[in-house]
């Protein structure tokens, strides 16, 4: 089952108590004060692994405590602190205040760390009350308890391209044709009940990472099918792609679909109409394909370099297809470098002028000495 949202609470571990212990050996029989400090409690890390697809392993875990602190002993001996617990999340997870929505931290890069409950610290023993004026202190400390939060997780998965289209107009076969995924394909709608990561792997470029979410339909915003509870996992893409049926089998035309389907994501996001995009006309094997393709041509005269035709079924018009967007993230990652110097290039001038102002004020404070320092010899 794939999960993509949700909601825990997360304990750290109670420091352990001190202890009153008092030191008993031969010959001391004033040996005063013997007991040690509770260890401290563990705490709860949360770490990004992009080797988790999903939330899974949280589905049934409503409470996640971590390892509570030991209590001290006698002979001053510390108690053993309890083990930090680090908790695994899928790449591109939210992390939300539960009561209040609002979001603590989003997990965009590989291995990032958050130390999100801090562990309790441990109570103090006898022996660390000792002072010249109080040399039997008969009192301890307890430890205390470790933080604690009520979160909510949710995975918008990090892809470059999203697929987006209508039940059973072929993004499962399309996915299948150009990444490395298998998926699950069947002439009934709904087969893809899941999102799936694909991965085109590139020479130059390293790899693309496609993402193909259930189909959506008419009024998904009325929780109507799926509904819209899978295009989270297209709100980071670069890219869209508009998936349409050009054969008409079901009694729809490429035209309406393609309207019904910026409407459900004006109705979800409205930021996602200003994303990059590029129309496929699918299964151009059909007999039927052709005047519902000049008919969208027509109506939607889209550029070309945004709008193809190609059949993921027989693989017709699928190299022209990726030759242009190869060519989309290749001029991309020109741009981004081009920005990425920029920035640099802005730091580094930012610095020289922060540089110069010190050694400015340096100077001004060094004539300042001098002028006083001459007036106090005159």
Not at 178 to 207: C, E, M, Q, W
Not at 235 to 248: H, I, N
Not at 284 to 300: C, L, M
Request: proline residues 5%.
């Amino acid at each position: 089952m794939f999960v993509d949202q949700v909601t825990i609470e997360l304990i750290a571990g109670k420091g352990g108590n001190g202890v009153v212990a008092w030191r008993r050996e031969k010959y001391l029989p004033k040996g005063g004060p013997w007991g040690g400090n509770g260890g401290k409690g563990g705490s709860i890390i949360l770490k990004a692994d992009n080797q988790i697809p999903s939330l899974d392993w949280y589905r049934h875990r409503r409470k996640i405590k971590a390892e509570n602190g030991q209590g001290g002993g006698a002979n001053c001996r510390q108690g053993r602190s309890g083990e930090n617990l680090i908790l695994k999340v899928p790449l591109g997870t939210l992390v939300k205040d539960a009561n209040t929505g609002e979001v603590l931290m989003d997990f965009s890069k590989p291995d990032m760390k958050w130390d999100i409950c801090q562990g309790g610290r441990g109570g103090r023993g006898n022996a660390s009350f000792k002072t010249s004026i109080n040399r039997a202190p008969n009192f301890c400390t307890e430890g205390k308890p470790g933080q604690s939060i009520r979160v909510e997780l949710e995975l918008k998965i990090i892809a470059d391209v999203g697929l987006v289209g209508f039940p059973n107009a072929g993004k499962s076969t399309l996915i299948s044709q150009i990444t490395d995924v298998h998926v699950k394909i069947a002439p009934y709608p709904f087969t893809t009940l899941r999102p799936n990561i694909g991965s085109l792997k590139l020479p130059d470029l390293g790899r693309i990472l496609i993402a193909d979410i259930p189909g959506i339909i008419e009024n998904a915003y009325q929780n109507r099918g799926l509904g819209h509870e899978f295009l989270r996992h297209i709100e980071r893409t670069k890219l869209l792609l508009f998936v349409l049926d050009a054969s008409g089998i079901d009694g729809r035309t490429p035209l309406d679909d393609y309207r019904v389907l910026r409407n459900e994501l004006s109705a979800y996001n409205p930021d996602l109409l200003d994303r990059p995009y590029f129309v496929l006309l699918n299964k151009i094997d059909t007999q039927e394909s052709k005047k519902h393709i000049q008919a969208f041509q027509k109506a939607h005269p889209a550029p070309l370099d945004k709008l193809f035709t190609l059949s993921a079924m027989t693989g017709e018009g699928i190299d022209t297809f990726l030759s242009r967007l190869k060519e989309f993230f290749r001029e991309n990652l020109e741009v981004s470098k081009k920005l990425e110097e920029l920035q640099m290039q802005q730091e580094l001038d930012e610095f020289e002028i922060s540089h110069e102002q010190d050694e400015l004020e340096v100077l001004d404070e060094l004539e300042t000495s001098e002028e006083s320092a001459s007036d106090e010899v005159e």
